[in-house]
């Protein structure tokens, strides 16, 4: 599991958590996770209780409400994306380790779409101040991956990276409704990778 800074290590009264505490806050995000892929932001919080082998009380000790526990589940999926963009940026493979990272980027979207979206409708500023830092980690993630394939070579270099994360992010919402998004999703991907290749654009002819 992603250690996500200040809930693994503290409670909600901001005192270190005990080994217990934190076992079952992980269990909790884990399994909450999977439900809420498996069954979308309605998914029962009292199933996920039972999953993660606690009592209900304990899952609203550590997520008093709905949207606490959402924020959990993405801020580790936010922190696993940033993480393994980091990891991309020593690939040999500058092009490669990009459509990597922008196929994780869209796997992510399709899995957890309504997460992201019950969390951008909450009126809280909180939530809002939250939604903009895990969009700037996103980008810089992404845009150290496209500041490298530029360097190289491997890419265009007029690759715009507010351009192609906005692409990227449109392909999860293109597919999402295919029968087969997964399927769907990687074919556009595939089509924007090879755009970005550099030499995958077709030559301009003149009149």
Do not use: C
């Not at 909450?32 to 606690?54: N, P, W």
């Not at 940026?89 to 980027?105: C, F, I, K, P």
């Not at 150290?144 to 360097?151: E, G, T």
């Not at 999402?176 to 550099?198: E, F, V, Y």
């Amino acid at each position: 599991m992603i250690a996500l800074p200040g809930h693994e290590t503290r409670s909600r009264a901001g005192r270190p958590m005990r080994a217990d505490a934190r076992r079952n806050y992980e269990q909790l995000v884990e399994q909450a996770k999977l439900a809420f892929a498996e069954f979308g932001v309605d998914a029962s919080l009292d199933d996920i209780a039972r999953r993660a082998g606690v009592a209900s009380g304990t899952l609203y000790r550590h997520f008093p409400t709905r949207l606490d526990l959402i924020e959990a589940v993405l801020a580790e999926q936010i922190a696993g994306l940033v993480d393994l963009g980091r990891t991309l940026l020593t690939a040999e493979d500058e092009l490669d380790a990009l459509s990597t990272w922008l196929r994780a980027v869209v796997t992510h979207a399709l899995t957890y779409r309504g997460l992201a979206a019950a969390v951008m409708n909450s009126a809280l500023d909180r939530e809002k101040d939250l939604v903009s830092t895990w969009h700037t980690e996103i980008f810089e993630a992404g845009g150290a991956l496209l500041a490298r394939a530029r360097q190289s070579g491997s890419i265009i270099a007029d690759a715009d990276d507010t351009d192609v994360l906005k692409m990227t992010g449109a392909i999860a919402w293109a597919a999402q409704d295919a029968l087969n998004p997964s399927a769907q999703a990687n074919r556009l991907l595939t089509l924007l990778m090879n755009g970005l290749r550099n030499g995958g654009l077709p030559q301009q002819t003149g009149d």
